[in-house]
């Protein structure tokens, strides 16, 4: 079975670029999280699907990140303009309830570097 | 906003002793998940609990849920150099759907 995937694996842009990430989640998983560590500090929550609904992007910085997940399959996150403090590695995560128990799991993250 | 704190934020172990980590959540959870994140890796999911003072194993990590479900642990008896990472709670709070990733413990085993 084919895990979570995301791509770039490592991006390097400019202050006030443009960048998206994607992640591909499970195949028949409904939860899509993503998730940002800055720092090797704590992981923060960004926003969560159900499926192609947001039920939870209380973590979303400000305006300037924007995330999608049409069809509710793979997901992308946008951030526009870049700023410095918006590098770190972002995580995505996809599980499927089972009961009481949802495992997330998670991709191998996308390195961002704003310079 | 629900804080998740978790000590300590370091831990240097000499290989063969063991290892404990503290979470701890400033509001009552429905039910609590561990991870452990390799340097430069991704997290990867260790377990959930779920009931008031439930305690679980695996080999030789053991995790413990508060009775008052604020708070958690886990130990690792006699630690190896394959324990190296950082160890994450990962606690819900009840009405909500998302995973809050506490701050972390990073685990550095001296052979």
């Known amino acids: 079975e084919a895990g979570v995937t995301q791509f770039p694996s490592h991006s390097v842009i400019e202050k006030g670029q443009t960048v998206t990430l994607r992640c591909d989640p499970i195949?028949?998983?409904?939860?899509l999280y993503w998730y940002r560590r800055v720092m090797g500090k704590e992981i923060k929550f960004l926003l969560h699907f159900v499926k192609e609904s947001k039920q939870d992007e209380s973590g979303m910085p400000n305006n300037r990140f924007l995330a999608e997940r049409t069809g509710g399959t793979y997901s992308t996150l946008k951030v526009q303009p870049a700023e410095l403090e918006d590098s770190g590695v972002y995580f995505c995560?996809?599980?499927?309830?089972?009961?009481?128990?949802?495992?997330?799991?998670f991709g191998s993250g996308t390195q961002l570097s704003v310079l | 906003g629900q804080q998740v704190m978790q000590i300590p934020q370091y831990q240097h172990v000499q290989e063969g002793e063991d290892f404990t980590t503290y979470c701890n959540s400033s509001t009552t959870l429905s039910n609590i998940q561990w991870y452990k994140q390799r340097p430069g890796g991704h997290p990867v999911f260790l377990i959930q609990?779920?009931?008031?003072?439930e305690v679980k194993k695996q080999k030789r990590l053991t995790f413990q849920f508060g009775e008052a479900k604020k708070n958690s642990s886990l130990h690792i008896t006699a630690t190896q150099t394959t324990d190296v990472g950082t160890y994450f709670c990962?606690?819900?709070?009840?009405?909500?759907?998302?995973?809050?990733f506490g701050t972390g413990t990073r685990l550095k085993v001296l052979a």
């Open positions: 609990l779920v009931k008031s003072g």
């Open positions: 990962a606690p819900k709070t009840s009405g909500t759907y998302k995973y809050i």
């Open positions: 195949s028949g998983h409904d939860n």
């Open positions: 995560a996809s599980s499927l309830r089972q009961g009481i128990v949802e495992k997330l799991f």
